[in-house]
């Protein structure tokens, strides 16, 4: 009997294939993602800097309903690349709902993985100021100021973020006609924690 169970529980798990998906394999995957958590769906599409965009892509989109902590036992310590990899992207033409879903996906993070993710927030800031500001708008009040705490830790500490020619792009936005109110609350928001 207990070779029995072994043989059925190791049939059951498998290895995620390095091998390019076909698009019929793809389509099988993306119904899968209905059905297998976020963390197991992010580890089968994730293969480090192999990763294509569109596997990138339907990575971020589940982002917001992965947990951290786990996706680290998961993955077996998986975390800390999957963050890493978030944050060596190109992130200076990223579409709004790409960045919405970025800052959304805080669940689990706790120590390394919370200063790696300050730092994508911060990154994302920085990089696509006006696209930042509109992602951060749609957030509930609740993820916006875990948000904000997280940006307040980026400024501090990450060298690389220009705060002075970041709060004049802040103050032009804030003075602009173009933007809106709610985008304005967000901007006296970010120059609060630039103070």
Known sequence: ??????????????????????????????????????????????????????????????????????????????????????????????????????????????GAFAEQYANIVGKLCYNNLERFIDALSTLEDKQADEIYKFLKYSFSYDSAIDKDSLKKQLNTLLNSQKTTKVQKEVIKKLIGILQ
């Open 1 to 110: 009997m207990l070779i029995g169970i072994l043989i059925l529980s190791t049939g059951c798990y498998s290895q995620p294939s390095n091998k390019p998906a076909s698009s019929e394999q793809q389509n099988e995957l993306d119904s899968k993602a209905q059905e297998i958590s976020p963390e197991a769906y992010v580890l089968s599409l994730f293969k480090g800097n192999e990763t294509s965009e569109d596997e990138a892509k339907k990575i971020i989109s589940v982002l917001p309903k992965l947990n951290w902590s786990l996706y680290e036992k998961q993955s077996n310590g998986g975390a800390i690349k999957l963050l890493t990899w978030l944050y060596e992207r190109k992130c200076d033409n990223m579409e709004v709902q790409d960045i919405a879903n970025i800052l959304k996906a805080t669940q689990g993070l706790d």
